[in-house]
């Protein structure tokens, strides 16, 4: 409970919201980055995340080990290696819908967003600003957004053998499935 | 050439062709398949929640990256993207749940919510619910 209430708190969330809150305990995240040896892949379906309608809010996290590689070797070392996530366990984003008034969350449709924010991965926070779409439709919110992120900048070493293998541009795959907070 | 001159030659040959068989071996290694694999813990979706919630710091160093055979209810059955599915098991709390990713298979059908289930799955942590990865049913006692 303490850890639910934590996380409630950093969404600056008031449970006794109505439904302009949304939510998902089974968002996906996944990455991707094509290499001359093989192409690395690690997929996520246990990413926990809001979105305030109202204010345009959202909030990712997700849990490094919950990432799943089809070589058991590569998810070794993407969890021993690169983000040492025994000591280090999640990734957070923490931002918001710049153009929240081109959407109508009251109407079923498709729209164009630009978010911003925090994202935090391997204890380093930049901003990041990506482009997603938002669509609305009956009984809930999908959102998804395709951005690239180079793991240099979040302070991740990737060894000099497999440096020049690895693209400097980790594709990143964001799509959930919201349902109102105030069903769950 | 020279007796000891062969020897060293097929030492090295030897070492070398061990070295590639050792890294392909390391290469191609799979992950544990957790229906077969001999369970650490046999815990109920309930206990499991609970000890994460009471003290995550110890249920953390001894359930993560073990692989938990957990019974329970299941609450919820959501497909996942990129062929997973989703599968949460009911506990003490209303909010909180152990939700358990089965990769491979995106086909609820043949589970349903109030289905009492056993599987086995290895512990990645605790967000909000208590998460497993790479499960596999063991039994679905309906």
Redesign the interface.
């Known amino acids: 409970?303490?850890?639910?209430i934590l996380?409630l708190f950093f969404l600056n969330i008031i449970l006794a919201a109505n439904a302009q809150k949304f939510m998902t305990?089974?968002g996906?995240i996944?990455f991707f980055s094509h290499t001359s040896m093989e192409d690395i892949k690690g997929?996520n379906?246990?990413v926990?995340g809001v979105i305030d309608v109202t204010t345009g809010e959202m909030a990712f996290?997700?849990?490094i080990?919950?990432f799943?590689f089809d070589?058991?070797?590569m998810?070794e070392h993407f969890n021993e290696n690169y983000m040492e996530s025994d000591k280090i366990?999640?990734s957070i984003f923490k931002g918001k819908i710049t153009n929240l008034s081109s959407v109508n969350f009251s109407k079923n449709g498709t729209y164009d967003v630009t978010v911003e924010g925090d994202l935090t991965i391997h204890d380093v926070t930049n901003k990041i600003s990506t482009k997603g779409t938002i669509e609305v439709i009956t009984g809930g919110i999908n959102a998804s957004s395709k951005f690239n992120i180079n793991p240099e900048d979040y302070k991740i070493i990737i060894p000099g053998v497999v440096r020049d293998k690895i693209n400097k541009n980790l594709e990143v795959t964001v799509?959930m499935k919201y349902t109102p907070l105030a069903t769950? | 050439m020279k007796p000891y001159v062969k020897i060293a030659l097929a030492a090295v040959l030897l070492f070398a062709i061990s070295g590639i068989l050792a890294a392909l071996i390391?290469?191609?290694?799979?992950?544990?398949d957790t229906a077969k694999a001999k369970p650490d813990f046999v815990i109920s979706a309930v206990v499991l929640q609970k000890e994460?919630?009471d003290n995550?710091k110890t249920a953390?160093a001894r359930y993560?990256?073990k692989i938990l055979e957990v019974s329970g209810t299941i609450a919820s059955l959501?497909p996942?993207?990129?062929n997973?599915l989703?599968i949460?098991l009911k506990t003490g709390?209303d909010?909180?749940?152990v939700?358990c990713?089965f990769?491979g298979i995106n086909d609820p059908s043949k589970f349903k919510p109030g289905d009492v289930i056993t599987l086995r799955g290895e512990c990645?942590?605790?967000?909000?619910?208590v998460?497993l990865?790479?499960c596999a049913t063991i039994i679905n006692h309906k």
Do not use: C, V, W
Not at chain 1, 1 to 4: E, I, S, T
């Open positions: 409970m303490k850890r639910l996380f305990k089974n996906y996944g997929d379906n246990q926990a996290q997700a849990l080990k919950s799943h070589r058991a070797l998810e366990p999640k799509t769950k | 390391l290469f191609n290694k799979k992950h544990p994460f919630e995550e953390s993560i990256n959501t996942a993207d990129s997973h989703n949460s709390s909010l909180s749940s939700i990713t990769t990645s942590g605790f967000l909000m619910d998460l990865n790479n």
